[in-house]
T-cell receptor, first 115, second 113 residues
Framework: DAGITQSPRHKVTETGTPVTLRCHQT?????MYWYRQDPGHGLRLIHY???????DKGEVSDGYSVSRSKTEDFLLTLESATSSQTSVYFC??????????????FGDGTRLSIL | SQQGEEDPQALSIQEGENATMNCSYK?????LQWYRQNSGRGLVHLIL?????REKHSGRLRVTLDTSKKSSSLLITASRAADTASYFC?????????????FGQGTTLQVKP
């Protein structure tokens, strides 16, 4: 299995509090991604990174920010959590490859509940 | 909006039977990928088919791609109870240079022993 660790695995917090999720990889892959998975929506891309300090928005980026100060770590922050951000969050990584023909490897997810 | 639409949403079969799942997408692609997700776990990559390929095999998996119809199918032959999972198709757009995937909503497969 690809070396991807997400932390925490579960978190319950209150509306309005800041939350940071961490994704750590040991594969030295260039690309890292954050997705959320919700019933009826599949997986949707929040933000992604194509290198240290290089990030960009995905499909559902409102209310989220990211940072990547080291190759191995990609942080997802909810500055002020809302109930609509209750979801399962997945981190994924991929190598740089020709024509983007590289698969993504996923962590086991963080289940976040915002009350 | 989701790129891929999968059909059926749910499928229940007996062990030993074949399972076929279909995926349709809307825009031109660089490649299409299939992933499996067991309950409570992350997604696992199964197979990648490039836009210039029509068919690909991996063990008991067979994937076809019809770019003229913007559709793909995943066939699992001789299914086993361990194949019970959700299956997702995902596409990389032809204009993408970052490998961003756009996922369908998935097909839930139950294989009864």
């Amino acid at each position: 299995d690809a070396g991807i660790t997400q932390s925490p695995r579960h978190k319950v917090t209150e509306t309005g509090t800041p939350v940071t999720l961490r994704c750590h990889q040991t594969e030295n892959h260039r690309y890292m991604y954050w997705y959320r998975q919700d019933p009826g929506h599949g997986l949707r891309l929040i933000h992604y990174s194509y290198g240290v300090k290089d990030t960009d928005k995905g499909e559902v980026s409102d209310g989220y920010s990211v940072s990547r100060s080291k190759t191995e770590d990609f942080l997802l922050t909810l500055e002020s959590a809302t109930s609509s951000q209750t979801s399962v969050y997945f981190c994924a990584i991929s190598e740089e490859g020709k024509g983007n023909n590289q698969p993504q490897h996923f962590g086991d997810g963080t289940r976040l509940s915002i009350l | 909006s989701q790129q891929g639409e999968e059909d059926p949403q749910a499928l229940s079969i007996q062990e030993g039977e074949n399972a076929t799942m279909n995926c349709s997408y809307k825009t031109s692609i660089n490649n299409l990928q299939w992933y499996r997700q067991n309950s409570g776990r992350g997604l696992v990559h199964l197979i990648l088919i490039r836009s210039n390929e029509r068919e690909k095999h991996s063990g008991r998996l067979r994937v076809t791609l019809d770019t003229s119809k913007k559709s793909s199918s995943l066939l699992i032959t001789a299914s086993r109870a361990a194949d019970t999972a959700s299956y997702f198709c995902a596409t990389v757009g032809s204009s993408s240079n970052t490998g961003k995937l756009i996922f369908g909503q998935g097909t839930t497969l139950q294989v009864k022993p």
